[in-house]
Structures are given as C-alpha cells and as structure tokens.
C-alpha cells in the first residue's frame, strides 16, 4: 500500500490507538472465556485441554512466523491476524461441543502467533523514518499504558454488561462475548484505515522471504538450546518458567472456576471477575513499580526470589480459602506479586544476554514458559475434575514455590560480581 509516510506524532497516536481497540476486546473476555466453556457443559478435564490449544499453536508457530512481517509488510500481517481473530471469536461464541471449541482456540493462537511484534515494529520504523532522534521507548512506554488501560476498562465494562444482562435472548456470558466481537470488528477497520506502509511485499518474493524465515526456526532453537547448555545461570533461569508458568494456570484460568462455585454460578462469577480483574491489573502495575525499589534495597535476585516464594505461597492460600472475599483478597496479592516478579527475572535474563543472543534468550524463556502452561493445562483440569478445583489449585501453588530455588545461581553470581576485587599490597 503506497501512501504519504506519517509523521513520528502521527505514528504515536496510530500505535496507541491500536494498542486500545486490540486490547479493550480482551478485557471484556477476561475470565467469561474460561466460564462459557463451562456453561455450555464442558467438563474442567476438557476445559484444560481447549485452552492448552492456544499456547501449543502459538509454540510451534510465534518462531517459524516471526520474520512474516518484515517479509510481507506489518499492515498485511495484521490485518491477517485481526480477522483470524474474529473468526476465532465467532467460532468460540457459537460453539456447543468440545470440537469446535478447540478449533477456535486453534485460530486464537494462530492469531497470537501472527499478533506479535509487528505493530510495535510498525511504530518503530515509521517514528524513526520521519525523524531518526524520535525517543521511541517513550511512545512504546505509553503503548503499555494503554494495553493495561484497555483491559482494565474492558474487563469493568464486562461485569456491568454480565450484571445488567441486556440482551435476554443470550446468557449473561454471551452478552459479554459478543460486545467484544464488535470491537474486534472495529480494530480490524482500524487496522486497515490507519496503518500506513510505504511498500509492502505480498508478491511472490516476499512470500519466499517468509518461507526462508519460517526454515530459520529449527536453527534458533537449537542456538537457544546450545546456549542452555553452556550458561547454568541461564539454564536454571529459563527453568523458573515451567514452575512460575505452573502457577499461573491457577490464578489465570482456576480462579474464575473457584469463584463460580464459591458465588453459586458463571454469571455471577463473571459479573465479578470484571471488576476483579481491573483492580488486579492495577495492581499488577503497581507491583512491577515496586518492583524497582525492591531491587534497590536487597537486590534483583533477593526480590525474584521473595516475589516467587510470597506469589506462591498466597496461591496457596486462595486454595484455603471458602468465601469469595477470601479468595479474590489473596489473588490480588498475588496479582501484585506477579507484577514484581516479572521486571526482576526479565533483568536477570538480558543480565546472560548479549547484544547477538538476546532475542534468542528471551524466545527460549517464552517457549518453555508458553508450553510448559499448556502441559500443565493438560494435568491440572483432570486433577481439578477428579479432586476439586480447590486442590487443582493448592497443587499449582505449592509446586511454583520451588521455582524459587532456581535463582541460587544468579543470586551466587550476583554476590560475587558484588564483592571488592582485592587490591594487591604494594
């Protein structure tokens, strides 16, 4: 698509623009995603492996397709992965068997996978071709602003639509679900009204670019696992992801299902989880902001450590608890410890990283910590069905609690780069 070039302002405002309208419609399906499954008769064993779908696509996918969008062009690509988002949303909405639901997930994450990168690389490129001294981390700053934004007024927005319950002809879940189906549609208008290109490669060329990209993934991941295996700070590192990722399953996708049987229904519980998950992304920002000033104090691995040891150990006490005060109390401190923890391991990360591995490192810690959620998945729904959702998640809790004991490493490096190098004596 040819087309006047933007200015670096103008670029700024289209990123944060679409930043919301891509968000806002994950907000309002925060936690219904989860309670629909269910309401339309799905078993805690089954729900596990529909939403494991999502992350093993995006697995086998988010490496192969990574250079998709410097080969064809950001806006083609997104606007690609818009509407296979919308056709994902549609899928999920009407769906009534096991099957369908899973297929809809299939596309959720390929549409995941396609979503990555681009519009931030878009924003990027665009800012510094107008002006090259543009200080682009400060509109991406403002991007994450908005994301968080965007899903805690969407998430708000949710539970006064489930409460309200409009439109009698669907449930309270499908009120919701299908408001952000319109907002979907609107960030694929979005998408293709705003995003400006000056050249694009939808052509037979850019398709065999995309093609030599997608062959490079087998050689990024055995790079990655070379790395591994030479850096046991690092390969203890990415190890904190399969017990942090465990861990997440319980307050992520668990804690709408305890709050359903503690309220006495999906409805309610996604009336609620609206406002419950707009106050946990506030908190969540405000544990990343502590996170810092932790740091300062006792140091960056002290505060990974105590953040992963505090998280899991209040997932545990959400699994004690049996009233829904309770329980949301003891997710929201968890929630604020998420958001400590995640600065802090991100810096011990790019801490073993260098300038040529560094996308490397981080794709390494997002596979294992992507797939090891979907396995997990896989354990944790049947142990949820044949137990209780309360032991499902007791289990997750107690487990991610020893991912803690994988930042001795770094915390022994970091001591030693500390200590004053003795002066020989004269």
Same mark, same amino acid.
């Given at each position: 698509?040819?087309?006047?070039?933007?200015?670096?302002?103008?670029?700024?405002?289209?990123?944060?623009?679409?930043?919301?309208?891509?968000?806002?419609?994950?907000?309002?399906?925060?936690?219904?995603?989860?309670?629909?499954?269910?309401?339309?008769?799905?078993?805690?064993?089954?729900?596990?492996?529909?939403?494991?779908?999502?992350?093993?696509?995006?697995?086998?996918?988010?490496?192969?397709?990574?250079?998709?969008?410097?080969?064809?062009?950001?806006?083609?690509?997104?606007?690609?992965?818009?509407?296979?988002?919308?056709?994902?949303?549609?899928?999920?909405?009407?769906?009534?068997?096991?099957?369908?639901?899973?297929?809809?997930?299939?596309?959720?994450?390929?549409?995941?996978?396609?979503?990555?990168?681009?519009?931030?690389?878009?924003?990027?490129?665009?800012?510094?071709?107008?002006?090259?001294?543009?200080?682009?981390?400060?509109?991406?700053?403002r991007a994450g602003t908005v994301l968080g934004a965007a899903i805690a007024a969407g998430a708000v927005l949710s539970g006064g639509i489930i409460a309200w319950h409009p439109v009698r002809s669907l449930t309270?879940?499908?009120?919701?679900?299908?408001?952000?189906?319109?907002?979907?549609?609107?960030?694929?208008?979005?998408?293709?009204?705003?995003?400006?290109?000056?050249?694009?490669?939808?052509?037979?060329?850019?398709?065999?670019?995309?093609?030599?990209?997608?062959?490079?993934?087998?050689?990024?991941? &055995?790079? #990655? @696992?070379?790395?591994? =295996?030479?850096?046991?700070?690092? *390969? /203890?590192?990415?190890? $904190?992801? +399969?017990? %942090?990722?465990?861990?997440?399953?319980?307050?992520?996708?668990?804690?709408?299902?305890?709050?359903?049987?503690?309220?006495?229904?999906?409805?309610?519980?996604?009336?609620?989880?609206?406002?419950?998950?707009?106050? &946990?992304? #506030? @908190?969540?920002?405000? =544990?990343?902001?502590?996170?810092? *000033? /932790?740091?300062?104090? $006792?140091? +960056?691995? %002290?505060?990974?450590?105590?953040?992963?040891?505090?998280?899991?150990?209040?997932?545990?006490?959400?699994?004690?608890?049996?009233?829904?005060?309770?329980?949301?109390?003891?997710?929201?401190?968890?929630?604020?410890?998420?958001?400590?923890?995640?600065?802090?391991?991100?810096?011990?990360?790019?801490?073993?990283?260098?300038?040529?591995?560094?996308?490397?490192?981080?794709?390494?810690?997002?596979?294992?910590?992507?797939?090891?959620?979907?396995?997990?998945?896989l354990v944790l729904g049947p142990l949820a069905e044949a137990a209780s959702t309360a032991t499902a998640i007791l289990v997750a809790g107690a487990f991610s609690i020893l991912g803690a004991a994988f930042y001795l490493p770094a915390l022994r490096q970091e001591r030693a780069h500390a200590e004053p190098v003795p002066v020989p004596a004269p």
């Amino acid at each position: 698509m040819s087309a006047a070039p933007l200015t670096a302002g103008r670029a700024r405002r289209v990123l944060l623009l679409l930043t919301f309208t891509r968000w806002f419609p994950v907000g309002l399906v925060i936690g219904v995603t989860t309670l629909l499954a269910l309401e339309r008769g799905m078993s805690l064993a089954q729900l596990g492996v529909i939403l494991s779908m999502q992350g093993f696509v995006v697995l086998a996918l988010e490496l192969p397709t990574g250079g998709f969008a410097d080969a064809l062009g950001r806006r083609p690509l997104l606007v690609v992965s818009s509407v296979v988002a919308l056709g994902s949303a549609l899928l999920y909405v009407v769906a009534q068997t096991f099957v369908a639901f899973c297929i809809a997930l299939l596309l959720q994450g390929v549409f995941r996978a396609l979503d990555s990168g681009p519009l931030e690389s878009w924003y990027v490129d665009t800012a510094q071709a107008d002006d090259p001294d543009v200080e682009v981390e400060q509109g991406l700053a403002r991007a994450g602003t908005v994301l968080g934004a965007a899903i805690a007024a969407g998430a708000v927005l949710s539970g006064g639509i489930i409460a309200w319950h409009p439109v009698r002809s669907l449930t309270a879940l499908e009120n919701a679900y299908w408001l952000s189906i319109v907002f979907i549609v609107l960030n694929v208008v979005a998408t293709a009204a705003l995003l400006r290109e000056p050249v694009t490669h939808v052509d037979s060329g850019g398709l065999r670019r995309a093609l030599d990209s997608a062959r490079e993934a087998p050689r990024v991941v &055995a790079r #990655g @696992l070379r790395l591994l =295996g030479t850096n046991r700070v690092l *390969l /203890a590192l990415v190890a $904190v992801e +399969v017990f %942090w990722s465990i861990g997440m399953i319980a307050f992520e996708t668990l804690m709408p299902v305890r709050l359903s049987e503690l309220v006495g229904g999906e409805a309610r519980a996604g009336a609620l989880m609206g406002p419950v998950s707009a106050a &946990a992304w #506030g @908190l969540f920002a405000a =544990g990343s902001a502590a996170a810092g *000033l /932790a740091a300062r104090r $006792v140091g +960056v691995t %002290w505060t990974a450590i105590a953040s992963r040891v505090l998280q899991g150990a209040f997932v545990v006490v959400m699994a004690l608890m049996t009233g829904p005060v309770g329980l949301v109390t003891a997710f929201f401190v968890v929630y604020t410890l998420h958001g400590t923890a995640g600065p802090v391991h991100s810096t011990l990360l790019h801490r073993q990283a260098e300038a040529h591995n560094r996308t490397t490192v981080l794709s390494m810690n997002s596979m294992v910590g992507g797939g090891c959620y979907s396995l997990g998945l896989l354990v944790l729904g049947p142990l949820a069905e044949a137990a209780s959702t309360a032991t499902a998640i007791l289990v997750a809790g107690a487990f991610s609690i020893l991912g803690a004991a994988f930042y001795l490493p770094a915390l022994r490096q970091e001591r030693a780069h500390a200590e004053p190098v003795p002066v020989p004596a004269p």
